[in-house]
């Protein structure tokens, strides 16, 4: 499984960005795919996931209403729409994968096997 995560960016406060995740090697329906962040000095922390095969995504609270995750089955693509952008969600954010054959959509880091690179999302106050 190979993850390709890309559109971070420099934002100012209110803004919006949209990150995408590419993913390739398998098919992804037995698949979670999530995003996580990690801001300079703090533990990575979970955004938001969507199991491929359907269902209602999974949102931390500190985005709930602002971000929404979404993915295109046609170019195996998910995507992390960000708005109202705060200071705060300045960060790496990551796109990962979870195999959960079973549909649940998991939340937490040690569930995810599959990692892309980053992109670096800055939001200016």
């Known amino acids: 499984v190979q993850l390709q995560a890309s559109g971070g960016g420099l934002v100012q406060a209110g803004g919006s960005l949209r990150l995408s995740c590419s993913a390739s090697g398998r098919a992804f329906s037995t698949y979670v795919l999530g995003w996580f962040r990690q801001a300079t000095g703090k533990e990575r922390e979970f955004v938001a996931a969507?199991?491929?095969?359907?269902?209602?995504?999974y949102y931390a609270d500190s985005v709930k209403g602002r971000f929404t995750i979404s993915r295109d089955y046609a170019k195996n693509t998910v995507y992390l729409r960000m708005n109202s952008l705060k200071p705060e969600d300045t960060a790496v954010y990551y796109c990962?994968?979870?195999?959960?054959?079973?549909?649940?959509?998991?939340?937490?880091?040690?569930?995810?096997?599959?990692w892309g690179q980053g992109t670096l999302v800055t939001v200016s106050s």
């Open positions: 990962a994968a979870a195999r959960r054959g079973d549909g649940v959509v998991v939340t937490t880091l040690e569930w995810y096997n599959y």
């Open positions: 969507l199991h491929w095969s359907g269902g209602s995504p």
